[in-house]
C-alpha cells in the first residue's frame, strides 16, 4: 500500500513538470511570433521612410513659363531640360481625377476636366510662376512643393474655386504651417465641393479594376 501511496504522490507532480514544459515552449513560441511582428513592423516602417529631395528646398525658385505643363489640377510637370523633368504634387489640395487608365484611372472623375482646366488657364495667363518644394518626396518620387502664380498660392485659389478639396486635415502642414493655415481659412469659406472626395473615386475605380473579368 505504501509503494501505490507513493507511486499515486509522484503522478500530480510530473503532470506539473510536464505543464511547466508545455507552458515554457508555448511562452517561446509567443515570444518568437511577437518579434516577428515587431520586425515585419519595422521593416514596413523603413519602407514608409520619405524620399528625402535631392534639389534645392524650402525657397522659392523660378520656373520658365514654357518649361510648365499641367497633368491634372493638382500635378504639374517642369521640364527644366531635354533630359530632366520633374513631376510636382502639390501639396495642400486634392483636386477631381482625369483619365488615366495607366493608373486604374479609365475615365474622368466629374469636374476632373474642369480642375485641369483651371490650372491650364492659371498657368497661361501668369506672368511670374515660382515653386517652393518640401524637403522630402513623395512615395511616388514626386516632388511636393506648392506653386505660386504672381505671388499667389495656387493651392488657395483652387480650393476657393471650388475645384479641390484641401489635404491639409490628413497629411499635415508638411514643413509649411504658413501656408496651410490659408488653404484651411479657404476651404472653409468656399464650403464643400460639388463632386466626390476623390480619394473616394480613385479607390471605386481600383475597385473595379480588380474585379473586372470576375464572373
Known sequence: MARRLESRSHAPQKE???????????????????????????????????????RPFGQRIAV????LTVDDGDTFVI???ATDTEVVRILGIDTPETKHPQHNLPEDQEMGPE????????????????????????????????????D??????????????????????????????AILAAAQKAGKPPFEP???????MREAASGAGKP
Open 16 to 54: 506539473i513538470a510536464l505543464n511547466r514544459r508545455h507552458l515554457g515552449s508555448a511562452s517561446c513560441i509567443v515570444a518568437g511570433l511577437a518579434a516577428l511582428v515587431m520586425l515585419t513592423v519595422d521593416s514596413r516602417a523603413q519602407d514608409r521612410k520619405p524620399n528625402p529631395q535631392t
Open 198 to 204: 476623390p480619394y473616394e473615386f480613385r479607390k471605386r
Open 115 to 150: 480642375a485641369r482646366a483651371y490650372a491650364q488657364g492659371a498657368a497661361a495667363f501668369t506672368q511670374k510662376i515660382e515653386l517652393v518644394r518640401a524637403n522630402t518626396k513623395d512615395p511616388y518620387g514626386r516632388t511636393l512643393g506648392y506653386f505660386y502664380f504672381d
Open 152 to 181: 499667389l498660392n495656387y493651392s488657395v485659389a483652387v480650393v476657393t474655386a471650388h475645384l479641390a478639396y484641401e489635404s491639409v486635415s490628413h497629411y499635415g502642414d508638411n514643413g509649411f504651417p504658413d501656408e496651410a493655415k
Open 79 to 81: 521640364a527644366w531640360a
Open 64 to 67: 520658365p513659363l514654357q518649361s
